[in-house]
């Protein structure tokens, strides 16, 4: 593991050793950077999962310096990997909502000070929220034409529609959006949803190589800071 680099980790890619072993789920999570006393709940191929689709927390370190807020709201929260790294900010995750049960155990065995919604996020109400100075995670953004419709308008999205719904609901001064490259095809959709809401927005693809990670591992981030 020490010094070596990877390829993107997948939630079903699989990585060997020279002698033709597979990597244990502990090194998957190390070339993954999650520190060595993370906890991870379920089956083999669910915590396996858990990893590979993770947020690196070293990733969610580099970004999460550009964010000048100590509590987080932390939304399509996963196993936690965008918490773990924010965390080792030192700021404070004071509620995450997550859908997929198995996931959140992970979250939830790390994380024990947080508030945990284990519910569909269209169920989750403003007020059942706590306030916090920055909403961050990584809504599925699946309609990447450019034509057609727009990102908030399309169908396909409508759990972006839902970040974007807490976010103006919550009125933080900053939010954090993590995605797949891809989704600088419709960057300034994603600015412009935001700007008309009171936000000024910036877009970043950070490659983990840059960052001292083990893989090369891209992924996309939006910063928007709330207009004063």
Same mark, same amino acid.
């Given at each position: 593991? !020490?010094?070596?680099?990877?390829?993107? /980790?997948? +939630?079903?890619?699989?990585?060997?050793?020279?002698?033709?072993?597979?990597?244990?789920?502990?090194?998957?999570?190390?070339?993954?950077? @999650? =520190?060595?006393?993370? #906890?991870?709940?379920?089956? %083999?191929?669910?915590?396996?999962?858990?990893?590979?689709?993770? &947020?690196?927390?070293?990733?969610?370190?580099?970004?999460?310096?550009?964010?000048?807020?100590?509590? &987080?709201?932390? $939304?399509?929260?996963?196993?936690?990997? /965008?918490?773990?790294?924010?965390?080792?900010?030192?700021?404070?995750?004071?509620?995450?909502?997550?859908?997929?049960?198995?996931?959140?155990?992970? %979250?939830?065995?790390?994380? =024990?000070?947080?508030?945990?919604?284990? #519910?569909?996020?269209?169920? &989750?109400?403003? !007020?059942?929220? =706590?306030?916090?100075?920055?909403?961050?995670?990584? =809504?599925?953004?699946?309609?990447?034409?450019?034509?057609? /419709?727009?990102?908030?308008?399309?169908?396909?999205?409508?759990?972006?529609?839902?970040f974007l719904r807490i976010v103006e609901g919550? +009125?933080? #001064?900053?939010? $954090?959006?993590?995605?797949?490259?891809?989704?600088?095809?419709?960057?300034?959709?994603?600015?412009?949803?935001?700007?008309?809401?009171?936000?000024?927005?910036? @877009?970043?693809?950070?490659?983990?190589? !840059?960052?001292?990670?083990?893989?090369?591992r891209k992924r996309a981030f939006f910063i928007g800071k709330r207009n004063?």
């Amino acid at each position: 593991i !020490d010094g070596d680099t990877y390829p993107t /980790l997948t +939630r079903i890619g699989r990585f060997y050793h020279k002698d033709g072993t597979q990597f244990s789920l502990r090194e998957y999570a190390q070339v993954q950077d @999650f =520190p060595d006393d993370y #906890k991870f709940v379920g089956t %083999y191929s669910a915590i396996k999962g858990q990893i590979g689709n993770a &947020v690196s927390p070293k990733m969610a370190q580099f970004i999460g310096k550009k964010l000048s807020g100590k509590t &987080v709201i932390d $939304l399509f929260a996963g196993c936690g990997g /965008l918490s773990c790294g924010l965390t080792q900010l030192g700021k404070e995750i004071v509620y995450a909502n997550e859908y997929e049960r198995t996931y959140f155990q992970t %979250y939830i065995v790390n994380h =024990p000070k947080t508030i945990c919604s284990l #519910k569909n996020i269209f169920d &989750v109400r403003i !007020d059942e929220i =706590p306030d916090a100075d920055i909403v961050v995670g990584g =809504p599925p953004c699946q309609g990447f034409s450019t034509a057609g /419709l727009r990102l908030k308008n399309d169908p396909r999205n409508k759990l972006y529609q839902q970040f974007l719904r807490i976010v103006e609901g919550k +009125r933080p #001064k900053e939010f $954090l959006i993590e995605n797949v490259p891809q989704i600088a095809d419709i960057k300034e959709q994603v600015i412009t949803d935001f700007s008309e809401i009171g936000y000024s927005t910036t @877009f970043q693809i950070v490659n983990g190589l !840059d960052i001292g990670m083990k893989q090369s591992r891209k992924r996309a981030f939006f910063i928007g800071k709330r207009n004063e």
